[in-house]
T-cell receptor, first 110, second 112 residues
């Protein structure tokens, strides 16, 4: 099993739609989780951290399910500008090793 | 505020050639990282550093070397380029191990 797995998509959704991505991780001792956004041919940029109790930032909601070992990202009212690849990142124990998922591609269609 | 800068942006190498990818940050971050990203793959950690003079191997260090003589700079050296090293290389820095990473714009390397 891979350390971090994401559905690569692509997800093609109309403007205004709600879309959700999941990311599963294999190490039950993982403690830190993030969602990064990567635009085509650009560097990844932090979208949001994922907290145990779940957290929201505007149209974006991140959740952590420790029992099933996955994190999720929900995007409401999708905008054209949300089109990007979304990478989940999971740390490995307490060390300096972090694992990136391969990313989920989202295209928001007018 | 420059953040994390990388040079060059793009390079073509012949098999067996050597080169150094430059990375600098002006945020006074202790932690710096080198990742490579292949098409359809996640970012893979090559090397990282927790401070000047301290470096350690990541997941895919073979074929690469690093040094960290200052807080600001973290160059990545390819000694004998191979086609398998064709990739996009990202440098990143962070204030601490569980803090946000700031990535540079990347270096696209093609080895022929």
């Amino acid at each position: 099993r891979k350390e971090v797995e994401q559905d690569p998509g692509p997800f093609n959704v109309p403007e205004g739609a709600t879309v959700a991505f999941n990311c599963t991780y294999s190490n039950s001792a993982s403690q830190s989780f993030f969602w990064y956004r990567q635009d085509c041919r650009k560097e990844p940029k932090l979208l949001m951290s994922v907290y145990s109790s779940g957290n929201e930032d505007g149209r974006f909601t991140a959740q952590l399910n420790r029992a099933s070992q996955y994190i999720s990202l929900l995007i409401r009212d999708s905008k054209l500008s949300d089109s990007a690849t979304y990478l989940c990142v999971v740390n490995w124990n307490t060390g300096n090793q972090f694992y990136f998922g391969t990313g989920t591609s989202l295209t928001v269609i007018p | 505020n420059a953040g994390v800068t990388q040079t060059p942006k793009f390079r073509i190498l012949k098999i067996g050639q050597s080169m150094t990818l430059q990375c600098a940050q002006d945020m006074n971050h202790n932690y710096m990282y080198w990742y490579r990203q292949d098409p359809g793959m996640g970012l893979k950690l090559i090397y990282y550093s927790v401070g000047a003079g301290i470096t350690d191997k990541g997941e895919v260090p073979n074929g690469y070397n690093v040094s960290r003589s200052t807080t600001e700079d973290f160059p990545l050296r390819l000694e004998l380029a191979a086609p398998s090293q064709t990739s996009v290389y990202f440098c990143a820095s962070s204030l601490g191990v569980l803090r946000v990473w700031y990535f540079g714009p990347g270096t696209r390397l093609l080895v022929l």
